[in-house]
């Protein structure tokens, strides 16, 4: 059994694992970037994300849907959730709008706009984390 979870349903416990491993899968390599990018390797940057960042918060998605609807959980209910979400689409957009492009872009503008791409998932990292450890608000449960 896992030790974070209150649960002796095997599928909710696969899912949470799936849950995390593909949110360390996601969120991992945000920490090598600013190396990467000191060091001039841009493009090797942008491919590494849309190679295993990007499939990785597909992953994370299904995975908390999986768990959202094995806990029959209320997604307008718990705020904390829904906001998560929305937080997951937008690093889901950065990374296809800004981030991607430098793949095949070398220019100053599209650097930057990876930049900030990078800058917006590691604010979205820490706010995503924090609502997932302290679950402001608590739960709600669909009957």
């Given at each position: 059994m896992l030790a974070i979870i209150d649960s002796d349903d095997?599928?909710?416990q696969l899912l949470y694992f799936v849950h995390i491993f593909s949110a360390i899968a996601a969120f991992g390599p945000l920490f090598l970037y600013p190396r990467m990018q000191r060091a001039g390797e841009t493009q090797a940057m942008a491919a590494l994300h849309m190679k295993l960042?990007?499939?990785a918060l597909v992953v994370l998605w299904i995975?908390?849907?999986g768990m959202?609807?094995?806990?029959?959980?209320?997604l307008g209910g718990t705020w904390f959730v829904t906001i998560t979400i929305v937080l997951w689409l937008i690093a889901l957009l950065v990374s296809w709008f800004l981030i991607r492009p430098s793949i095949t872009d070398t220019s100053e503008q599209?650097?930057?706009?990876?930049?900030a791409g990078i800058g917006v998932t590691h604010l979205i990292l820490v706010v995503a984390l924090y609502l997932m450890i302290f679950?402001?608000?608590?739960y709600e449960f669909n009957s």
């Open positions: 095997t599928v909710t960042a990007f499939p995975a908390g849907m959202a609807g094995t806990q029959k959980l209320s599209a650097r930057k706009m990876m930049a679950k402001p608000g608590g």
